[in-house]
């Protein structure tokens, strides 16, 4: 099987000067060999970016090869093997009029060092330069990756370029819906059997906790911006007002549950006990609230370098 | 008995209960006090002016009205904003804080004070922040007790959370959208609480006024129902949440529903689908109720209750199809981000390009709230502990609260009131237990102390009070706080021993207020006291400097151009421009048309030759840019440019892209190695526009990105340098007319250069200013 796209590349590349109609036939053999999807290496990133095709083809610049440790390219790959997939369900007449291809570092390093890439993966959009859909341009453009690596904004933005739009829809995510069913499946059936912890109302209140402390620390932010959990330089805790990292929010959230734990301790379960112990307790506990805060002091000025004041340490 | 430390023994019950009234009335003043002074730094330290940006336009509304009397406000339309298009302001607009100021204005006019209706503006966040105060006391009140409202009271007083927007100045609907929200969930608790219709009804006419002032009424809408749909959830379904939820929804949906601008969104989107889910709700189940305690067959009972199952769920089912047939309006952009946070950065970067509308990293919860924000875990928990109806709200409203501020920076306003209230429970719960005189009893059966410890939990607090005083008389003081704490574990003896743990504790506790004092202080006067319209920086001797570059911009346009002088600039601007310049402009901060603003941010992003058609169609005649290189002011137009490139990316996203304004290697520059589109752009142009001509030859730098930008500076042909500000913060450029002969004005400039240099250049007189 794989020596028909071999044999294939062999012949194009003898007949380079052929007509243009040819090199396109070959490229849809190419393309229905690889399931839609073009391997390139260097002999055949020219054939595909002739300078007088009537197609338009987008081409990713990837290294998946393990050596390399290229982790978005491998994050990226799944996406567009799916779009690429989803481009074969096109009508035969637009689907050869464009092609997606892929082109791995290892299969073509000259290519890579010809058009300047310094990082992987890359998209390029090559437009056509004859027939009807050509609009007298050449130069390739670069998609952006701003809306991540998801195949949906892919095959959107793709779409511009692209005869008709790529018939794309998202995949039917079964493991999800499998876990959502099975989960509130085992929630009826257990339903019985947790009902008294679900009606305690204790339950509830370390739920309600956990959510005021983990969002006030700042879950929120690093979920939409993304953060990441230590800094590169792998400190924990970020510099700046406006910034934070994963870990903080933990820290964070831990010494705040603790001084309100002291709290509730001084308020709720230290008035019941006897003498001896009560005073034992209120001056631990004390203790502990003046350390820890000191210690969110500390925290807080590495964050706020102007902050005047300061408490123990 | 034995007591820690003696006590009077001589004080009747009726003068402890007349001290402690009176020093409450105090106390309060005292606390309204503090309210409206610690917001006047921005008084103090620059001048009687309105802050920022909305406020402009509030305080230019609030002119035509004092002026112009409320049927003209009614009914403005001003053609000046978002020229061509202009602006239903009367139909577009909250009016509550305007009508708010008008009624003062009349009010002190009609008693012969003269007050300017600016100073008026000024003064109103910090008087409304007093009865903020007030409002949280009683709300609290109704939780535990007089003592922890007070502390609540002087919590939210003073709390950087509020006076983040709320200091002399800031003019803006929150200024008295928190007191009506405060006073709403007030009256909304005694009404549930008494079952009374009476408080039913003064809920809905708060919440009017907090729909007429703030659209952030969104949250009551649906605080309330989630709070009756809890409780019913809980079996806690009562004749009297029956009557109150009743009588708020009924009567604060349809007097809603006569601001013009809210309309007949309570019945047709589904921010306020929630609300009138609940309503319907709780009709079933009241008539469930009803039938059930006439009817005893134990068969009826089960229909009734799949009737009510089945009821439920049509409903359900309907509004959901209802939404999807279109007939109910989904939620906006706007709420929706809220739960879908990447939705605004994809759909709307008009909404996410908004500062105030990031997410908010846990420094900026310390800085709003410092010490009360690890006091509130401790205060719901003591809620659970307790848990009546009024509990549960503040449980909700902590949860969802803490999760909406977490979202959004601008939300931790609606976060603020109630960790101030659940950390007021906790502390002032902290306080009764160690300020309480008696020591119990080491035997656990002492009689009267056992009465005073296990008040009834539900009965009200007079009640316990009498009691308490009545078994202890001799230490009245410390009972009337030690009953107002109610033992749940009625059999274990419950106090302090000694007198040393009293003190460690209270000195403790004492320690963190007086810090929490000079925290607040400290946040106030150096991060939310700023106008932002003047700026303040220090000279080298310490003295104040301040740089007025803004007014200095907008009283030039005042001046020197002609009245109908269209200006563009980007959309930050619009409101100071139409407030302090009185001049037309393209767009402004409603921001309610988004293809204008990406219209403008074209102009910005493109080069000369595209922009000036663009700047003609509109009949712009000046463009204003904010530009800090000068002096380091980062607030500035180069630093927001991705978000016009953003915005106009997301209208045309053939000719604007994002990626062809950074460097090849993905940075963000301005100097040498800055791509073609961004050297080309009419922003970068005018922004820099003879910017290297300051240093003299020498390498002139960009204070803000520090970056050198090339000595040679762009060159603009379509447009003309009117006029820039001492520190060149603001620079204003005149749109050239078409040629005369019917060239472009690129060729007639070229001709008109290559003829003879005859643009003279005025000697530089500016200098930088060292800060």
Not at chain 2, 470 to 475: F, K, L, N, R
Request: glycine residues 8%; aromatic residues 14%; charged residues 15%.
């Amino acid at each position: 099987m794989l020596l028909l796209p071999l044999l294939a590349l062999f012949s194009l590349s003898l007949t380079r000067a052929a007509p243009a109609d040819e090199t396109r036939q070959s490229l849809v053999a190419l393309a229905a060999a690889g399931g839609g999807l073009i391997k390139l290496d260097s002999a055949s990133y020219d054939l595909l970016t002739a300078p007088n095709r009537d197609w338009s083809a987008s081409i990713e610049f990837t290294a998946l090869d393990p050596r390399r440790r290229c982790a978005p390219c491998k994050e990226f790959a799944p996406s567009w093997h799916s779009v690429a997939k989803a481009w074969t369900k096109a009508p035969k007449a637009h689907r050869d009029n464009h092609f997606f291809a892929t082109l791995d570092f290892d299969d073509g390093q000259a290519v890579f060092q010809k058009l300047g890439l310094a990082s992987a993966p890359v998209v390029y959009v090559y437009p056509p330069t004859a027939g009807p859909r050509a609009k007298g341009r050449s130069d390739p453009s670069k998609y952006d990756f701003s809306h991540g690596f998801e195949a949906e904004p892919l095959a959107q933005h793709l779409s511009n370029h692209t005869p008709i739009p790529i018939p794309y829809s998202k995949p039917f995510d079964w493991a999800r819906w499998t876990t959502f069913g099975a989960g509130f499946l085992a929630f009826a059936v257990t339903l019985r059997f947790i009902s008294p912890v679900l009606q305690s109302r204790w339950t509830w209140a370390i739920g309600t906790i956990l959510v005021s402390l983990v969002m006030t620390s700042g879950y929120m932010f690093t979920r939409i911006r993304g953060s990441p959990f230590i800094g590169q330089d792998g400190s924990w805790i970020a510099g700046g007002f406006q910034n934070q990292f994963g870990q903080e929010v933990q820290v964070i959230a831990v010494v705040y549950g603790t001084l309100g734990f002291a709290f509730v301790m001084l308020t709720m379960v230290i008035p019941y006990q006897s003498a001896q112990r009560q005073r034992f307790q209120i001056y631990l506990w004390s203790t502990i609230i003046m350390l820890v805060y000191s210690i969110l002091i500390v925290l807080f000025k590495v964050k706020n370098r102007g902050y005047p004041f300061r408490l123990l340490m | 008995m034995p007591t820690a430390f003696p006590l009077p023994s001589d004080l009747s019950p009726a003068t402890v209960t007349n001290t402690a009234s009176l020093l409450r009335i105090v106390a309060l003043s005292l606390i309204s006090g503090a309210a409206i002074a610690s917001r006047l730094f921005a008084v103090i330290n620059f001048e009687s002016i309105i802050h920022e940006f909305d406020p402009w336009f509030n305080y230019r509304a609030t002119r035509v009205l004092a002026s112009k009397g409320f049927y003209e406000f009614w009914n403005w339309f001003d053609p000046t904003a978002w020229y061509p298009l202009g602006r239903v302001v009367g139909g577009t607009v909250y009016p509550g804080l305007m009508a708010t100021s008008g009624v003062i204005y009349n009010f002190l006019h009609a008693l012969n004070l003269p007050v300017d209706i600016r100073n008026i503006c000024v003064m109103l966040a910090p008087g409304f922040s007093a009865l903020t105060a007030w409002a949280t006391y009683m709300f609290t009140k109704e939780l535990k007790d007089e003592s922890a409202g007070l502390l609540a009271a002087a919590f939210i007083g003073i709390v950087p959370g509020y006076i983040s927007r709320s200091v002399a100045g800031s003019y803006d609907n929150e200024a008295i959208a928190i007191f009506l929200l405060m006073f709403t969930f007030f009256c909304w608790i005694k009404a549930l609480k008494l079952g009374s219709a009476l408080f039913g009804t003064l809920a809905a006419v708060f919440y009017f006024y907090m729909v007429a002032a703030w659209g952030g009424y969104v949250f009551i809408t649906n605080m309330i129902p989630l709070h009756g749909l809890v409780l019913i959830l809980m079996g806690r379904f009562s004749s009297r949440l029956y009557v109150a939820y009743s009588s708020w929804y009924a009567i604060g949906t349809l007097s809603s529903m006569q601001v013009p601008f809210v309309g007949f969104q309570p019945v047709s989107t589904s921010e306020h689908m929630a609300a009138l889910g609940v309503f319907g709700l709780l009709q079933i189940v009241a008539f469930t109720q009803l039938v059930r305690s006439h009817v005893s067959s134990k068969q009826f009972q089960d229909l009734l209750f799949l009737a009510l199952v089945t009821v439920g769920l049509l409903g359900f089912v309907g509004v959901v199809g209802l939404t999807y047939k279109g007939v109910i309006a989904p939620w906006t952009g706007r709420f929706y981000s809220l739960w879908d946070t990447g939705y605004a950065k994809k759909h709307i970067p008009i909404i996410a390009s908004v500062s105030e509308h990031q997410p908010t990293a846990w420094p900026s919860f310390f800085m709003d709230l410092q010490f009360l924000i690890f006091l509130f875990p401790a205060g719901v928990v003591l809620c659970f502990h307790q848990l009546r109806d009024e509990h549960v709200f503040v449980i909700i409203y902590a949860a969802m609260a803490s999760y909406f501020a977490g979202v959004m920076v601008r939300l931790m306003l609606t976060l603020t009131p109630v960790v101030c209230v659940a950390s007021a429970v906790a502390f002032s719960s902290l306080l009764d237990t160690y300020l309480d005189a008696a020591e119990p009893a080491e035997a656990a059966d002492d009689a009267s102390e056992t009465a005073s410890a296990s008040g009834s939990n539900s009965g009200s607090k007079k009640a316990k009070k009498a009691t308490a005083s009545a078994a202890t008389p001799g230490s009245a003081l410390g009972d009337i706080v030690a009953a107002a704490t109610p033992a749940k574990k009625g059999e274990k003896v419950k106090g302090i021993f000694g007198l040393d743990t009293r003190l460690a504790i209270i000195v403790n506790a004492f320690g963190m207020l007086a810090f929490f004092v000079f925290h607040c202080t400290w946040a106030t006067a150096n991060a939310y006291s700023s106008p932002s319209v003047v700026l303040a920086s220090t000279n080298p001797d310490g003295s104040q400097h301040i740089i007025d570059d803004f007014r200095e911009a907008y009283y030039w346009l005042r001046q020197n151009t002609p009245e109908t002088a269209v200006v563009m600039s980007w959309w930050d601007y619009g409101y100071q421009i139409a407030g302090m310049a009185d001049r037309p402009t393209l767009v402004d901060n409603n921001t309610w048309n988004n293809t204008h603003i990406a219209t403008v941010g074209k102009a910005m992003s493109s080069s000369e030759e595209v922009a000036y058609p663009i700047l003609r169609k509109h009949d712009v005649d000046y463009v204003l840019v904010i530009f800090g290189g000068l002096l380091g002011y980062s607030g500035d137009d180069i630093n927001k440019f991705l978000w016009m490139v953003r915005i106009a990316q997301g209208v045309w996203p053939e000719e604007i892209q994002e990626p062809n304004y950074f460097t090849p290697q993905g940075e963000y520059r301005v100097d040498d190695k800055a791509s073609t589109a961004m050297k080309n752009s009419l922003m970068y142009k005018m922004s820099y526009y003879r910017f290297a001509e300051l240093f003299g030859g020498g390498q002139a730098t960009d204070r803000v990105r520090q970056q050198q930008v090339p000595k040679i500076g762009p060159t603009l042909d379509y447009l003309d340098e009117a006029y820039t500000t001492e520190n060149w913060i603001v620079r204003i450029y005149e749109v050239r007319k078409e040629d005369l002969l019917g060239r472009d004005l690129k060729s007639a400039n070229a001709f008109a250069k290559g003829k003879k240099r005859k643009r003279s250049k005025p000697v530089s007189r500016r200098r930088a200013i060292v800060n």
